[in-house]
């Protein structure tokens, strides 16, 4: 038994899948099925049942996991207190962030890190917001980049920026030559809005509702950028983060202007365990993020 082979174990039960818990460790589905049974076999009883599907883990394999979760972690935890005592800013950061967030500026923080700690490495994946909570606790994340965090027992929150919200139109709208639009002139109007699994959709209704309008939803969809699309098309209006329309505003594809009153924003922050021991590679990794996402002019 090893520590490698506890992990993948570990990352298997994580993912529920011996893939995906394969790929976590950089290894082969093959070697992932080979190393649990191996462990099986070295503790002489049945961790996982597969007969199931998915697999779920026998009462042995529930204590199995927990302890030795328990074991990586505070191995894991052990290297970055020895990293931190030497000042080593490297090993690999393990970041999950929304799709909105944006490539661009997730690619400019990627590379002045790089730029300025060269031994480090970044594996970056862009995830819907349930799947990055999902790899933060498990594991398989060390940091997850989402709006609106949401801190627990296990979720601790660092504040990163808010994101003002705007009206979004087509060109030919009648609010395209208007730089703020009053809320109360939303009424009746056809709108393009985010799928109800989403926090982002409760805040804008209920500042909808604060402020008496009533809009048409007449589409919804889970990402931005497809309701960018569908504005752009003249489906109908939407009201989204201003950051993530500087590109189309700028082409003029799309019409941004200020609500009055312009309370409403989009909080950015990092989500990671509460029991995650930050290396000098990830403490420098918050760092450059919190630089870049620095307020800039609209």
């Not at 917001?129 to 979720?155: F, N, R, T």
């Not at 990402?223 to 489906?235: G, Y």
């Not at 989009?266 to 590679?281: D, E, L, S, Y």
Request: net charge neutral; aromatic share 6%.
């Amino acid at each position: 038994m090893n520590l490698d082979t506890l992990r993948i174990f570990c990352s298997v039960v994580a993912q529920r899948s011996f893939s995906r818990g394969a790929a976590v460790n950089q290894v082969s589905q093959s070697a992932a099925t080979q190393a649990v049974r191996r462990l099986e076999r070295e503790l002489g009883v049945e961790l996982i049942d597969r007969t199931k599907r998915p697999f779920v883990l026998t009462p042995a394999g529930e204590m199995c996991y927990e302890a030795f979760r328990e074991l990586v972690d505070m191995y894991d935890g052990v290297i970055a207190r020895l990293q931190v005592l030497r000042g080593e800013v490297s090993g690999v950061v393990k970041v999950g962030a929304i799709y909105s967030v944006g490539l661009h500026d997730m690619s400019h923080c990627m590379r002045e890190f790089l730029r300025r700690y060269p031994k480090a490495q970044v594996r970056l994946e862009f995830l819907h917001p349930a799947k990055i909570y999902e790899a933060v606790l498990s594991g398989e994340l060390d940091l997850g980049v989402i709006s609106y965090p949401q801190s627990s027992p296990e979720i601790d929150v660092i504040p990163l920026r808010e994101e003002q919200m705007v009206l979004v139109c087509c060109p030919s709208h009648r609010f395209a030559d208007r730089t703020e639009v009053k809320a109360q002139e939303l009424n009746g109007e056809p709108f393009v809005t985010f799928d109800r699994s989403l926090v982002i959709r409760k805040h804008i209704e209920r500042y909808l509702r604060e402020h008496n309008v009533t809009v048409r939803v007449v589409m919804a969809f889970d990402n931005i950028e497809t309701i960018k699309q569908a504005v752009e098309v003249e489906v109908g209006i939407s009201i989204l983060p201003e950051p993530t329309v500087r590109r189309e505003v700028a082409t003029r594809s799309l019409h941004a202007a200020r609500l009055v009153p312009d309370e409403l924003v989009r909080p950015i922050g990092i989500i990671h365990h509460h029991r995650k021991v930050f290396t000098p590679a990830m403490q420098k990794f918050i760092e450059v993020l919190k630089e870049v996402s620095l307020p800039s002019p609209a």
